[in-house]
């Protein structure tokens, strides 16, 4: 019994003596590469991103294109309850949930054989349109029904607050939550067993414009996005051309979202370029890296939104290696209506075609 617990004895200290040399050797090891032993995915995130891209936390970071770019997209799509049906396609009422809140639209899938992979998709973000007046099946119906008999799957989605959709809604310019419910809507198609993952692009109209672009700079994989009328990009545009809504209806001043903006006014002032709040808020300045192929649409008589907002965007990414179009037009008016209308969907289904 002595001998043995000597040896114990023994054993015991010679693994303590093993133990504390491997510790030793580790700690050398990673102090010399300055590496920590377990891996924090959000730091390593952090530490990948350029300067300018890293999350401040600060009062209303969240509205900021790092916020947006680095948080995550999860949803998928409710029970579809069928409303129409013909020999090009079928439409559907249905929902997601964005942040906790069920939003809905309306689901419109082509009729014929389903390609391999699933068919291409189109988030379909409506414009400035009065939330109270706001219906799921009315306004844009041309604009689905052409993009769907093209063999596009169309979501027109109803944005928070709009319709029956659930929340408050929180405006396209001064808030994230349009761009959340966007990139939400996304990620449910995405995991739609009858949609190709790869190929899911944007259409969006007047103030969709904002929406579209602050999205790709979050997820610049997206594939293709096409804007009518856009607004506001650079926030420089919003000062000088402002916009000539009649239909807008401001919302009441004791609203979460009136609340908010006045505090948000309060804390950072108005748009200013040089601010450093205010410099993470255009997607235009995080343009580098974007995958997508962009194109616009603007009519010269358009009296709601200037053209400017779409020549300037225009001219900016020609200083990019983004692809891009861009299509002027005599007449149209802010829906580019009349003879404009079939030249501009036509434009817009063979460029979905090209890059979906």
Excluded at 69 to 98: A, C, I
Excluded at 170 to 190: C, K
Excluded at 196 to 211: E, K, L, Y
Aim: net charge negative; proline share 4%; aromatic share 12%.
């Amino acid at each position: 019994m002595l001998y043995l617990r000597s040896k114990n004895k023994k054993v015991l200290f010679k693994t303590s003596l093993a133990l504390l040399g491997i510790g030793l050797g580790f700690g050398i090891f990673f102090l010399i590469n300055d590496k920590p032993l377990i891996s924090n995915p959000i730091k390593n995130i952090s530490q990948s991103l350029n300067p300018a891209e890293k999350v401040v936390d600060e009062p209303f970071k969240e509205m900021t294109i790092p916020y947006v770019k680095n948080r995550s997209y999860e949803s998928e799509l409710g029970d579809l309850e069928q409303t129409s049906q013909n020999s090009n396609f079928t439409s559907y009422l249905t929902n997601y949930d964005s942040d906790g809140l069920r939003v809905n639209g309306l689901l419109t899938i082509p009729e014929g054989e389903q390609p391999l992979n699933g068919w291409p998709a189109i988030i379909f973000i409506h414009g400035y349109i009065a939330p109270s007046t706001y219906l799921t099946l009315t306004r844009y119906v041309d604009h689905v029904n052409f993009l769907a008999r093209n063999g596009f799957v169309v979501f027109k989605i109803d944005l928070r607050g709009h319709g029956n959709s659930e929340g408050e809604p929180g405006g396209a310019y001064y808030s994230e939550d349009y761009i959340i419910d966007a990139l939400n809507a996304r990620a449910a198609l995405q995991s739609a067993d009858f949609v190709n993952p790869d190929g899911i692009g944007f259409w969006g109209h007047s103030m969709a414009g904002n929406v579209i672009l602050r999205s790709i700079a979050a997820r610049p994989d997206i594939p293709a996005a096409v804007i009518w009328a856009g607004a506001v990009y650079t926030y420089e545009d919003f000062q000088e051309y402002r916009l000539n809504d009649n239909s807008y209806r401001p919302p009441s001043m004791s609203t979460r979202r009136s609340a908010r903006r006045q505090q948000l006014f309060d804390t950072h002032g108005e748009f200013d370029s040089s601010s450093s709040f205010w410099s993470k808020v255009p997607a235009t300045n995080f343009l580098d890296g974007v995958e997508t192929a962009i194109q616009l649409h603007h009519a010269s008589d358009d009296n709601v939104v200037n053209i400017r907002y779409s020549s300037n965007l225009n001219d900016i990414l020609d200083n990019t290696s983004i692809s891009h179009e861009f299509y002027e037009y005599s007449s149209g008016g802010h829906n580019i209506t009349g003879s404009s209308f079939n030249s501009a969907m036509q434009r817009t289904v063979d460029f979905f075609k090209k890059n979906l």
